[in-house]
Structure formats: C-alpha cells, structure tokens
C-alpha cells in the first residue's frame, strides 16, 4: 500500500464510511481561528485551507500529493 492510501479494515470503516484522524486542537486555537475568521469575514474552513496550504505548500508530502493520481483527476474535474 502506497502513501496516501487508506486500507479497508474495520478499523478505517464504520456503517460504510471511511473514519479519517481529526485532531483535537486546543481551545484558545479555535477561538483565535474564529475570531480571525470573522475579522476577515470568510468561512473558517477557507481561512483553514488557507492556513494550512500555506504552510505545506513547499514540502515533499506536497509534492508526493500533487503527483499522486487521484490529485491530478480530482485538479482536472474541478477545472471543468
């Protein structure tokens, strides 16, 4: 199994669905995350992607994504 691959495991799955790590992110975080959010009047999950892309851009697991095949079909349809 390559990166970026998820196995189909009872562990990965729950009822049909795929369970993906989701961090827990400290309190006082979340509440300049959102007082943030608000000052520049946007969503917090484009202020997020922003951030996060940002700050990944230039790394190799960036690169690893950009060349993996499912990134170059999802890049393609969203530019239809």
């Known amino acids: 199994m390559g990166p970026g691959s998820y196995p189909e495991s009872s562990q990965n799955k729950k009822m049909g669905r795929y369970s993906y790590y989701q961090p827990a992110i ?3 975080l979340i509440r300049v995350l ?3 959010r608000v000052r ?3 969503p917090m ?3 997020l992607e922003g951030i ?3 700050a ?4 190799e ?5 950009e060349d993996s095949p499912a ?3 999802t890049a393609v349809q969203e530019q239809s």
């Open 71 to 73: 990134y170059k079909t």
């Open 26 to 28: 400290r309190r006082e």
């Open 56 to 59: 990944l851009r230039n790394t």
């Open 61 to 65: 697991s960036w690169r690893m994504m």
């Open 45 to 47: 999950t484009r202020l």
């Open 34 to 36: 959102y007082h943030e």
């Open 40 to 42: 520049r009047e946007i």
């Open 52 to 54: 996060i892309t940002d």
